[in-house]
């Protein structure tokens, strides 16, 4: 690749790159101020992977043990207990969601800023040397591509 391309030719170069640990820690260092956020967010996701076991046992009971006994009460009773399940776990999503969103977008905030103030203080002998076209493009396409993978998730 030459000193001044910013995106490489052969894409293979990138489709094969590893995730290092340097980055890991770059992510990680916009991702710290959302450390509750995140745990508020996988905390929402265990709880709804539980939640969703729950409706197959009930139906289990319904079918297994309700209808072949006519127990119109548990019947009932079990239906009710499904709706209750099934309208916490809508709300659960909801708040997944909000979760998703607050860290997503505050993430790709800060990185914007970031960015922004990288590219601020940039010598203009950089913009004079580099196609500051490609340039705009590749940095809005990757803060893209990061809120994309932050938000998809």
Do not use: C
């Amino acid at each position: 690749m030459h000193p001044h391309q910013l995106i490489p030719r052969d894409k293979s170069a990138v489709a094969g790159a590893k995730i290092g640990k340097t980055s890991v820690r770059r992510v990680w260092r916009f991702a710290r101020p959302y450390r509750r956020s995140i745990l508020g967010f996988l905390a929402t996701i265990l709880v709804s992977s539980v939640i969703a076991l729950v409706p197959p046992l009930l139906f289990r009971l319904i079918v297994d043990e309700a209808i072949p006994d006519a127990d119109k009460r548990r019947i009932v009773f079990l239906t009710v207990i499904l709706v209750i399940v099934a309208v916490g776990d809508a709300l659960l999503q909801i708040v997944q969601r909000w979760y998703s969103a607050r860290i997503g977008e505050g993430l790709i905030y800060d990185l914007r800023v970031a960015l922004f103030d990288k590219v601020q203080s940039m010598p203009i002998a950089f913009f004079t040397r580099t196609q500051t076209g490609a340039l705009i493009s590749r940095l809005n396409n990757d803060v893209v591509g990061a809120q994309t993978a932050v938000t998809g998730t």
